[in-house]
């Protein structure tokens, strides 16, 4: 299966602990993270948070984390994820 394969190429998912959360938030923040030029470490760091940490990415605390752990402002990633509006 999934986690078979993702650990043949060194990934280490768990699939049973994911949790089915609208990621409506998460996509926001993935858009906002491009204008920073941090997509690509925002969309890797969303990954890991959820298949490997099996982390909520409907929660907006840890949405803001995820955000500070690439570089994001908290308050930034904040905005962004309760109101869809990225811009101050």
Known sequence: ???????????????????????????????HAKTLGLQEPMKERLFRAYFTESRNLGDIDTLVELAEDVGIEAADARRCSTTGTCVP
């Open 1 to 31: 299966g999934v986690t078979g394969i993702a650990e043949d190429v060194g990934l280490e998912y768990h699939l049973h602990a994911a949790q089915q959360v609208n990621t409506i938030r998460a996509h926001e923040l993935i858009h």
